[in-house]
C-alpha cells in the first residue's frame, strides 16, 4: 500500500467512449499529477496541480481533461481517445513545500488504457 | 530545457555483482534535484534515492548508491551486490528548484542472471 490508490487498474474502451479515472492519496500530500507511459517512451508528464491549482498541462490534447476537486482526488476524464492512447496511466502525489527539489513523488499502481 | 539521457535499453549482471546505470541530464538551472525510480514488472514505482546539486557527498541508501558528478552532469546509479529481486526497469528523473513537474529518462531494464 503506498498511499495513492488509483482505479481502475484496467480499462478498456471504444473510441467514442466516455470514461474516467480515478486517484485517491491518503498521504496529506498537496500536489497531484498525470503521468503516461506508453512503450518505449519515457514517462510523459500530463498534468500537475498544486493546492488543486493546475500549474503544468504539458500541451495534452483535450480529449483528456483532469479534473482535481481536492487536494486528495485527481480525475483524469476521457472522450473520443484514438488506438494510440493506450497505455499505463500512472498517478502520484508529493507535498510541495516554495522552492524545494527534494519532494519525492509517490506513485500509484496505475490504470492499463486500452483504446479499442 | 531539461533533458533526462539514460542510454543502456537493457542490461545483464550476474547475481551478487554490483551494477552501474548511466543517466546524464541538462538542465539551465543551478539548483535542482535528481531522483532515481524502479519499477518491477507489477508497474508500481519506488523511489530508490535523491541527490541534491548542492550537496557535496553522494547519496547513499542501504545498496543503492548515487555517483553524483556535477560537472560531467551525470548521476548514475550504483547498485552493490545485485540480487534477483533488483531486476526491473529502473528511472532516472530531475526537479528544477520552484519547479512542480519532475521529468524522466526512458529508463534501463536490469536483468539479474541467478
Known amino acids: 500500500e503506498t498511499g495513492v490508490t488509483q482505479t481502475p487498474r484496467h480499462l478498456v474502451m471504444g473510441m467514442t467512449n466516455k470514461k474516467s479515472l480515478k486517484c485517491e492519496q491518503h498521504l496529506g500530500h498537496n500536489a497531484m499529477y498525470w503521468y503516461k507511459q506508453s512503450a518505449k517512451k519515457p514517462l510523459e508528464l500530463m498534468f500537475v496541480y498544486n493546492f488543486k491549482e493546475q500549474t503544468e498541462n504539458n500541451s495534452v490534447p483535450s480529449r483528456f481533461s483532469p479534473e482535481c476537486p481536492n487536494s486528495s482526488h485527481l480525475f483524469l476524464h476521457l472522450h473520443t481517445l484514438q488506438p494510440e492512447d493506450s497505455a499505463l496511466y500512472l498517478c502520484?502525489?508529493?507535498?510541495?513545500?516554495?522552492?524545494?527539489?527534494?519532494?519525492?513523488?509517490?506513485f500509484g499502481s496505475g490504470t492499463q488504457l486500452s483504446v479499442l | 530545457a531539461q533533458k533526462i539521457t539514460q542510454t543502456q535499453p537493457g542490461m545483464f549482471v550476474q547475481e551478487k555483482e554490483a551494477v552501474t546505470l548511466d543517466c546524464t541530464y541538462d538542465?539551465?538551472?543551478?539548483?535542482?534535484?535528481l531522483f532515481w525510480y524502479k519499477q518491477p514488472s507489477s508497474g508500481e514505482m519506488i523511489f530508490l534515492i535523491y541527490?541534491?546539486?548542492?550537496?557535496?557527498q553522494n547519496a547513499t541508501e542501504g545498496r543503492y548508491s548515487l555517483n553524483f558528478q556535477k560537472a560531467r552532469k551525470s548521476a548514475n546509479l550504483v547498485i552493490s551486490a545485485s540480487q534477483l529481486g533488483d531486476s526491473a526497469m529502473y528511472f532516472c528523473?530531475?526537479?528544477?528548484?520552484?519547479?512542480?513537474?519532475?521529468?524522466f529518462g526512458k529508463g534501463t531494464r536490469l536483468h539479474i542472471l541467478p
Open positions: 538542465t539551465s538551472d543551478q539548483s535542482y534535484g
Open positions: 528523473a530531475m526537479r528544477d528548484v520552484g519547479d512542480d513537474k519532475i521529468i
Open positions: 541527490q541534491g546539486s548542492y550537496d557535496e
Open positions: 502520484a502525489s508529493s507535498i510541495r513545500q516554495g522552492p524545494s527539489t527534494n519532494e519525492k513523488l509517490f
